[in-house]
């Protein structure tokens, strides 16, 4: 007898109208969820379809109800624990809720983020969350497609210029300025802040990084400098730090020159993890030779040596609430109005004086 015999056959739609003792279009609209059934035939498709094992055809349930129950998601960098966490604030919503997540990942590529963006359309998903790779608005129109096919569309952790699409994100300006303010306080003027956002060519105004959190922080640092009357040195702005080859450089370029930083910024956990290994990789010490602040706090940024000085943000609460109110959208249903998130300085001990 071949394998192929002795795989029983799946149970139909038409085998579990038969155990239920209902017609056919009774058993679909009742296992589609459209249409409408008595509860008394509900209980028993219920029922019969549980006994046998039955497993809805998502394709046909789609085509019928104009819904697959699912919900796309694409993050700039799916290694990152910033997008993890997000992702699963906005996994837990979609559970509880009767969806599923489908997951992309841009890499932080345009074309990359498009690409998913098709894929998602194709497998006819009823919203998309984006954290989108470019804040213009006509590097952008894989989203307004998104739109134009009726379907939700929310935007995490940034915006995009001129689009009119609600952004679930996180204001950093005042907190960046109160972290540069602490390092201020404590002496230092030459500090670096390092992000893997791409630039193309030097860093000019905080513009250039869009309508991005890396906008407010870098502005927060300009507001810092400029209420305590000192002018910042705009070339310690260092981008496109996305491997830690580049991070690598970045330190040797920036301790080539004749007045090193004495304190890093660190954009997410991965650029200061890599940070971490480059300054240590020199034989600089911590806070000792060099101070150090980090966005987003993690379990291992309070057990290293020494604690590090981070920037804390509700990055899961944001995911639940990115979830939450797309899939409100998809049913109709009123969102209410849009928190306010906040991020919060927590000092531990890797800020101190620059070594003499």
């Not at 979830?323 to 998130?341: M, W």
């Amino acid at each position: 007898m071949t394998i192929q015999k002795m795989r029983s056959k799946a149970p139909t739609v038409a085998d579990v109208a038969r155990a239920a003792s209902v017609s056919k279009a009774q058993a679909a609209r009742a296992l589609g969820g459209y249409g409408a059934v008595s509860e008394e035939v509900q209980t028993r498709v219920n029922r019969a379809a549980a006994s046998l094992g039955y497993r809805p055809n998502e394709v046909a349930r789609t085509m019928n109800t104009g819904r697959s129950n699912t919900i796309g998601v694409i993050v700039g960098d799916i290694e990152n624990p910033h997008f993890g966490l997000a992702l699963r604030g906005m996994a837990d919503v979609a559970r509880q809720a009767g969806f599923h997540l489908l997951l992309g990942n841009s890499d932080e590529k345009g074309q990359a983020e498009q690409d998913a963006v098709r894929v998602m359309l194709e497998k006819r998903v009823d919203g998309i969350i984006v954290a989108p790779s470019h804040s213009s608005r006509e590097k952008n129109g894989h989203l307004l497609q998104v739109l134009e096919e009726g379907r939700a569309l929310r935007l995490f952790d940034r915006a995009v210029i001129d689009l009119d699409v609600e952004a679930i994100c996180c204001d950093f300006t005042a907190v960046a300025r109160e972290a540069t303010q602490q390092l201020l306080e404590a002496g230092h003027e030459r500090i670096a802040y390092i992000t893997s956002m791409e630039l193309e060519g030097e860093y000019r105004e905080a513009a250039d990084f869009g309508l991005t959190p890396v906008a407010q922080r870098v502005g927060g640092m300009m507001a810092a400098f400029a209420a305590a009357g000192r002018r910042y040195d705009t070339s310690l702005i260092q981008a496109n730090a996305g491997s830690d080859a580049q991070i690598a450089r970045i330190v040797e370029t920036l301790w080539q020159r004749s007045a090193p930083p004495t304190a890093l910024i660190a954009s997410d956990s991965l650029v200061a993890m890599s940070l971490l290994r480059a300054v240590a990789q020199r034989g600089l010490r911590i806070p000792q030779d060099l101070s150090f602040i980090m966005y987003d706090n993690f379990p291992w940024s309070e057990i290293v040596a020494p604690p590090l000085t981070v920037v804390a943000q509700p990055v899961y609460e944001m995911g639940r609430e990115a979830a939450r109110r797309l899939i409100a959208d998809i049913r109709g249903e009123p969102v209410g109005p849009l928190p306010a998130f906040g991020a919060e300085l927590i000092l531990r001990h890797s800020v101190a004086a620059p070594a003499p």
